[in-house]
C-alpha cells in the first residue's frame, strides 16, 4: 500500500488536541496496516521520525433509526509520538 492509502484522516477531537501538546498525533488508518507501515507512512507523508506508534482496532457502536438496528462501521486508530520539538503541520491549523 501506498502512504497515502494508509494514513486515511488526522482525528480532531478534545482529548487528542491535549495529546498533540505531549507530541502524540492521532489518526485514522487503513484497517490492514500494521504498526511498521504506519510509522514508515508518517516519515515519508510529513518528513518526521516517529518515536512510537500505537495501534488500536476502534469497535463499532450499536446505534439505532427507528424500529431498525444498526452499528456504525468497526476502523483503526493510530497514536504517533514524534521527538522533542517535531511537529505536523496538518494539526497546526485546526
Known amino acids: 500500500m501506498r502512504p497515502d492509502q494508509i494514513i486515511i ?6 482529548k487528542s488536541s491535549a495529546e498533540r501538546e505531549l507530541g502524540k498525533y492521532t489518526f485514522v488508518v487503513d484497517k490492514r496496516a500494521n504498526k511498521i ?7 515519508s507523508l510529513f518528513k518526521v521520525n516517529p518515536i512510537a506508534c500505537n495501534v488500536v482496532n476502534v469497535k463499532g457502536k450499536p446505534k439505532r433509526l427507528r424500529q431498525a438496528a444498526g452499528k456504525t462501521s468497526s476502523w483503526k486508530k493510530a497514536v504517533v509520538t514524534l521527538k522533542e520539538g517535531e511537529t505536523i503541520s496538518v494539526f497546526e491549523g485546526a
Open 9 to 14: 484522516a488526522p482525528i480532531v477531537t478534545e
Open 37 to 43: 507501515q504506519v510509522e514508515e507512512a508518517i516519515k
